[in-house]
């Protein structure tokens, strides 16, 4: 479905079958739903109606999760900007959490920088710990929604074990969590995801 025409404030009305319109009018199409979704100062006007009476199913899907999440603001003009700050603060953050300059640094003292070490400021004691978060992590990112062919693809697990793995390291009082970190992560990566996602976590929630 390339469009939606908005009906009210908790309806969406499904655009022509993309077979019946020229790419020029799917374009359009295109154009007009996110204009209708996002195009308030405060998007969520719009779109908290919408998800109440579940119908959220277009191909914005992910944007609307972004929002309601946070990770986006309300005001689509300032996605932009919000986007690039973001990217920056995690490659910081990916930049400090790597250890494995500090495995090769010569300047620190032998006898704390190399793998027998105890020592809790070592920088291999650290290394090592990384080294089981990440197993941990890439363990339940293997089993993430076997069913959908997207979280099945190398590129996107890879993505969502590092995104964990930095979460983690940059929040030790809380740690790493399966259920509350992926039930938030996965429909918010993907345009692809549809209920079947949401309510799998809610069933697994309730066992």
């Not at 969406?12 to 374009?27: D, I, K, Q």
């Not at 308030?40 to 109440?52: F, G, V, W």
């Not at 990770?71 to 990916?94: C, D, E, G, M």
């Amino acid at each position: 479905m390339d469009g939606l025409v908005l009906m009210g404030s908790t309806r969406l009305r499904p655009a022509p079958e993309t077979s019946s319109v020229s790419p020029e009018t799917r374009v359009q199409l295109y154009t007009q739903t996110f204009r209708n979704l996002f195009g308030r100062a405060d998007c969520t006007q719009t779109l908290l109606p919408l998800a109440l009476h579940g119908n959220l199913q277009n191909n914005f899907r992910s944007l609307c999760w972004r929002v309601f999440l946070n990770v986006l603001p309300s005001n689509s003009q300032q996605w932009s900007s919000s986007i690039h700050t973001l990217r920056a603060n995690y490659k910081f953050l990916v930049d400090k959490f790597h250890t494995a300059q500090r495995l090769q640094d010569s300047s620190i003292d032998l006898n704390i920088n190399n793998p027998l070490s105890q020592a809790e400021d070592s920088p291999w004691n650290q290394h090592f710990q990384d080294t089981e978060l990440r197993r941990l992590v890439e363990q339940d990112v293997n089993r993430v929604f076997p069913d959908l062919e997207f979280f099945q693809s190398k590129e996107i697990r890879e993505i969502l074990s590092n995104i964990l793995f930095h979460f983690s390291r940059c929040h030790p009082d809380i740690g790493y969590r399966q259920v509350c970190r992926l039930s938030f992560m996965c429909p918010a990566l993907s345009d692809n995801v549809n209920v079947r996602v949401c309510t799998s976590w809610r069933r697994r929630g309730s066992t």
